[in-house]
């Protein structure tokens, strides 16, 4: 089947995904809550339930056949996850159980041991809690600190700023590829190039950039690249990260344990090559195929079709909302993604966000894990509406309409 770009042909693909068939509250669930995590197809829950009915067994260990089976359906997957991000080579896929952990083991063991008193890790103001609070710990650790670039009004980056920011006291530069409250798409080549002329190693945090763009870490010229698993349609508690070859090299083990040894002694113990160095002990081996699954699917879907879909539900959206009356958006860059953060006079996002439940309707309200966004535009919390491959013009609609209500029953 190919992606869809109507309402009528995302019917059929919204059969596939078993939970959009639910009532809340005695109404059709309308799901506006993919960023936060993304619903599971049939073809994601059947590759795990296949997995656990057919061939369980742990993997890197046993040498029977269930063992084998497992092992390479598990291994299989850092193929696909290097083919979705034009990884170089599939043995520079670290698995991890997401971003959080992901950038954890960067700071931990790449930068951990390069950090000196002084230093700076350069983020920005439109960083998740994840892509801010592990460099704090390693930073207080020596006496380094984190400095982030500012965010201009539209929610892009003030790339100009971050420039300057750029000093001989950097060490490594944090910046996520697609923002999670603004949907904005940030320029990873021109950020990667300006780290390049400095010497300075770049991460990029992609958990919402995946579900919605194709994402090429080569020509991005990052050297970290990490993503979520669950937000692509895939099982919770999974993910990957990328490194190149010669830092993932460099690095010391993140956690000890089985699987991830050459040999252990009491004399000394010596450590497997990259990735299985940061792989510790038994890993999500039914999520990480389950992950596989997902991108199969997706690939199959068509990835560039699906932009084409999201696009033009993104415009319909963005129009829709801007027309309710006292909405004011936050984020709203030139090519961002259908992510859609606001707040409405006179309503609290929670109480919008509980009315709206009661008509089966999922959205987000909170401070979205970025506490410095939130200062940044003046607000505590918002209202946020992120859409995925099975949504439509119709459940938008839905949304403008339970929103016009509900800000009728606050004011
Ligand atoms: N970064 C961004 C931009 C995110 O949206 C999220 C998930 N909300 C994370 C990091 C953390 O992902 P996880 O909790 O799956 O590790």
């Given at each position: ?72 359906a598990y291994e299989a997957v850092r193929g696909k996850i290097a083919g979705l991000i034009n990884a170089p080579d599939a043995q520079q896929i670290v698995y991890t159980r997401g971003t959080t952990e992901a ?309």
């Amino acid at each position: 089947m190919n992606a869809p770009t109507k309402d009528a042909e995302v019917v059929d693909l919204r059969g596939q995904f078993p939970i959009l068939q639910r009532q809340i509250h005695g109404k059709p669930l309308v799901y506006l809550d993919s960023a936060n995590t993304a619903q599971k197809p049939q073809a994601v829950i059947d590759a795990v339930s296949e997995h656990y009915r057919l061939h369980n067994a742990n993997v890197a260990r046993a040498v029977h056949t269930l063992g084998e089976e497992s092992t390479a359906a598990y291994e299989a997957v850092r193929g696909k996850i290097a083919g979705l991000i034009n990884a170089p080579d599939a043995q520079q896929i670290v698995y991890t159980r997401g971003t959080t952990e992901a950038i954890n083991l960067v700071a931990r063991s790449y930068l951990r041991p390069r950090l000196r008193e002084g230093d700076e890790i350069l983020v920005t103001e439109m960083e998740h809690h994840a892509n801010i609070v592990p460099w704090q710990l390693i930073a207080a650790e020596v006496g380094a600190k984190v400095v982030a670039a500012p965010v201009l009004d539209d929610g892009s980056l003030d790339l100009a700023r971050l420039g300057e920011m750029i000093n001989e006291r950097t060490r490594l530069i944090g910046v996520v590829h697609v923002s999670n409250v603004l949907g904005t798409v940030n320029p990873i080549e021109q950020i990667s190039a300006l780290a390049r002329g400095a010497g300075v190693p770049v991460l990029v945090d992609g958990s919402q950039a995946v579900p919605h763009l194709a994402v090429d870490v080569q020509a991005l010229g990052c050297d970290f690249y990490c993503f979520t698993g669950h937000k692509l349609y895939g099982p919770t508690a999974t993910g990957a990260l990328w490194g190149r070859a010669e830092l993932l090299a460099q690095m010391p083990p993140f956690m000890g344990g089985g699987e991830m040894i050459d040999r252990v002694s009491f004399d000394g113990t010596t450590f497997a090559a990259p990735p299985h160095r940061f792989e510790a002990g038994t890993p999500n081996i039914t999520g990480m195929i389950g992950l596989g699954a997902a991108i199969d699917w997706l690939q199959q879907l068509g990835v560039a079709q699906l932009r084409t879909h999201e696009a033009e539900l993104g415009a319909y959206a963005a129009a829709a909302l801007q027309a309710v009356p006292g909405l004011r958006m936050i984020g709203s860059a030139a090519g961002k993604v259908p992510v859609f953060s606001f707040v409405i006079d006179g309503a609290h996002a929670h109480d919008l966000a509980m009315i709206l439940d009661q008509e089966g309707i999922a959205v987000r309200s909170g401070h979205h894990c970025a506490h410095p966004l939130m200062q940044r535009f003046g607000v505590s919390a918002t209202l946020r509406a992120s859409l995925g491959v099975y949504n439509t013009r119709a459940e938008i609609d839905l949304l403008v309409a339970g929103l016009e209500r509900a800000r009728g029953m606050l004011a």
